[in-house]
């Protein structure tokens, strides 16, 4: 990570797997090369992330190593690392609890009530990718950014978008 040029180098990635008949968080490279990459980081990632350090200056910071690597960002004194399992349990766990609140509301409002879907942290990251096309960012920056490998990959995304950008746009 480079504060000063706010950039965020992608050149490693947490997984949780059994090795040597142990399960265990492991440090791998991602899984092409395009996986390995630099992305801008915006100004709320960056204030996001200043807070996060003023907060483990305070508190302390992270002495967890994982195969050798040290310094990791968002973890958790219980759990270590927080995986995408912890993140997608904690989606779960919050859809669960605004669901059965609007159920409530609903059926003291005699309506039907407006049920938040499950999903997990990678839906996260196809709408992400989701709003870049549809703002018209450059397919190109697109790819580099999500690290697909195949620039087909992203336009299969955006020619989606775009037709249903059309459809709405010829029922004016």
Not at 95 to 107: G, P, Q, R, T
Not at 128 to 137: K, P
Not at 156 to 165: A, L, Q, V
Request: glycine residues 4%; charged residues 30%; proline residues 3%.
């Amino acid at each position: 990570m480079d504060f000063d040029e706010r950039f965020i180098s992608i050149n490693h990635a947490v997984s949780y797997l059994y090795k040597e008949e142990k399960a265990a968080y492991h440090i791998e490279v991602p899984k092409t090369d395009a996986g390995i990459r630099i992305i801008p980081m915006c100004d709320e990632i960056y204030e996001v992330l200043q807070k996060e350090y003023e907060h483990q200056k305070k508190k302390g910071f992270c002495t967890l190593e994982i195969d050798g690597m040290t310094g990791f960002i968002f973890y958790s004194k219980k759990w270590g690392v927080i995986s995408p399992h912890r993140v997608n349990n904690a989606i779960r766990r919050i859809v669960k609890f605004y669901n059965s609140i609007e159920s409530e509301l609903a059926k003291k409002e005699s309506r039907e009530p407006l049920i938040i879907p499950n999903f997990t942290c990678h839906c996260i990251r196809h709408t992400f990718c989701t709003r870049l096309c549809e703002n018209g960012v450059n397919i190109k920056f697109i790819q580099e950014v999500m690290g697909h490998s195949n620039i087909q990959t992203t336009m299969d995304i955006y020619t989606k978008i775009r037709k249903e950008k059309s459809k709405k746009f010829l029922k004016l």
